[in-house]
Every structure is written in C-alpha cells, then in structure tokens.
C-alpha cells in the first residue's frame, strides 16, 4: 500500500567536522519520501518556491513518489543552515529561511485521501490538524515533531499527539515535551494521551519503542564513518513506514521488524552529505545490513 507524507522539501547547508553541503537538497518529506520508496509508492504534500530545479523533482518522481501534491508558488524555498561538531547527535542551527513555507497550506488531492497510510513529518501542528481533517479512514497514522513546536505550540501539538497512532520523537523532545526526566517515565506521559505507540529516536545509541506493555529497543548501527547526519531521523521513519505499509503487518513483530528497516536506512543516510548515499542505494545492500543487524543483535537463551 501506498503512503502520504505531509513534510518539508528543502534546501540544507551543512557544516560537519568531515565537510560541507552547500544548498544541498534537504526536508523531512524528502528524506522520508526516499527512503520509504525502498518499500512501497510515496505521494508526497509539500511546498517549494521557483528557485526549486526541476532536476530534484525528477529524482523524486525516478523513485517512483506522486509529487502532484508538490506545490511550487512564488518565493523561495525553506533553506535550512546547521554545523555539527564531533557530537553528530546535535545539530547547532545557523540560520532557518522560512520563505513559501511561511504561506503553506496543505491540499490533500482527491487521490490521496483514501491512503491507508499517513506520516505527518516535521512541521507546524496546526497544519498536522488540517491534513488530518482530510483524510478519510488510515489503517495506520503517524507523526514527527520537533522542539520548536512543543515550546510554541505545546496545546496544538498536544491534540495532534491525542488523534495518532504512532508518535515518533527524540529523546531530548520526549523529556522536554512532558517535562519528565526519567524516557520511560516520559513515554508513559506521551503514550496516556492517546497513542498505541512511541517511537523514541536516540541517535547514534539507537531506538526505543514503547507500548502499553512492552518495550523494545534497538542498537544504531555501528559505522566507521559518519559524514552528515541530517536528516537520519526521517530517513529512519521512511524506512519504518515504508514496511508497514509494505507489509501491511501491524503486530507487534511486525513493528519491530520495521524498526530494523528503519535503523537500517538511517545507517546508510549517514554515510554521505544530503541524499548522496540513497541516490546510490540498491535494495541489496539493504538486505545485506539488515543480516548484519540481526546477527549483532543475536545471541542464546542461558542453559541452566
């Protein structure tokens, strides 16, 4: 089954200790959009200005993503600027050039409100509302935010969080979000107002997945290189929802089959500036890192 996501397309610059990206192709529905297509069809909902090349586009649409709800009005393009330093985990934002962005309003097509899958990615709740108001019956909805919105809009976020059902979050937003030192504690806060599921993103110390009853965790992927690490959050949850909706397997096994894929995808988005590695990417060495993942994360029962 076919997924849409309702993000950002971007343009990035980006300084790390390793080098420089400079308007480099960006945006969480970017990154999602790409790495779920690995798995299944993407129709994509963002907003671009008339600086946005053409040749982007055509990648996107070589991945086979819908981008008939890409719309491109007058302005320019929501520019994002960060630098990294040697702790990849946290990126120090230089400059953020909201432009078209500023006047996006999201229009579901006709075609994409009967998706059975939904990722809100990154962007204000208050928009994550009316696209929610637009679709007709998900099998499955999830969501990503980020600090700015549980600082600015705590209310608006907080009836986002209450109408999905998958939360996908980082550590530092979960604690922040609730005010709850203790993750565990904190999912708990999170997952009380309505979701089945809380993804917790924690950079290069992995995943956490919490339910009602369970908790299930995962290991990043260890790597001798990491070049660039934005936008490693939304290519995780590309992967994680591009499963799903491949798959249609919504048990628990299933979830964390999908956390795998999702680990996985990140793993390789790393290991390049913007999207140069998953430009590169073949379904057979997702494979290939999948079989590594399984096996560092493989060992016996205790013989007593």
Known sequence: MSIVVVGTVAFDTVETPFGRGENVLGGSATYFSTSASFFTDVSLVAVVGED???EHVTFLQGRN???TGL???PGKTFHWSGRYGYDLNEAQTLDTQLNVLMDFQPELPESYRDAEYLFLANIDPDLQMKVLDQVRKPK???CDTMNFWISSKPAALKKVLQRVDIVVINEGEARQFTGEANLVKAARQIMALG???LVVKRGEYGVL???PETVFAAPAYPLEEVFDPTGAGDTFAGGFMGYLANTGDLSEAGLRQAIIFGSVM????VEDFS?????????KEIKARFSSFKALTSFRDVAV
């Open 266 to 269: 990140a793993s390789f988005n």
């Open 71 to 73: 719309q491109r009005i």
């Open 65 to 67: 993503v819908d981008t």
């Open 52 to 54: 946005f090349p053409e």
């Open 140 to 142: 499955l909805v999830a």
């Open 209 to 211: 997945m919490f339910t």
């Open 195 to 197: 979701c089945k599921r």
């Open 275 to 283: 999207l140069n590695r998953m430009k590169r990417l073949e379904f």
